[in-house]
């Protein structure tokens, strides 16, 4: 059956509802790493070919937020400024990059 309009699927509250909702984010992204900006380059010149999926934000102050993958698992780091990688690195530039807590 359906919720009614406006009501939550999982019943309760609203952080009853967030509460689930980062859960099942968390069980379909997997595992997610989150790692100092040195620990994120270093991952990113291991690969062999390096994808870099990153996002500006700018609400407040600039911030910088990237992902990756390595070895199965997916790697997050925020900085303040921008990261540089090597040239061979492939970058997706995506609007928004949001990671459950």
């Known amino acids: 059956m359906f919720p009614e309009q406006g009501k939550c699927a999982y019943g309760g509250g609203g952080a009853a509802a967030a509460a689930i909702a980062?859960?099942?984010?968390?069980?379909a992204s997997?595992?997610?790493?989150?790692v100092t900006t040195e620990a994120?380059?270093?991952i990113v010149q291991r690969n062999e070919k390096p994808l870099v999926v990153a996002s500006k934000s700018t609400f407040l102050k600039a911030s910088y937020s990237y992902l990756t993958s390595y070895r199965g698992f997916i790697f997050?780091?925020?900085?303040?400024?921008?990261?540089?990688?090597?040239?061979?690195?492939?970058?997706?530039?995506a609007k928004k990059i949001w990671i459950p807590s």
């Open 40 to 42: 994120f380059q270093s």
């Open 22 to 27: 980062i859960a099942e984010a968390t069980k």
């Open 76 to 93: 997050f780091a925020k900085s303040d400024e921008p990261l540089f990688f090597k040239s061979s690195t492939e970058i997706v530039e």
């Open 30 to 34: 997997g595992a997610i790493v989150r």
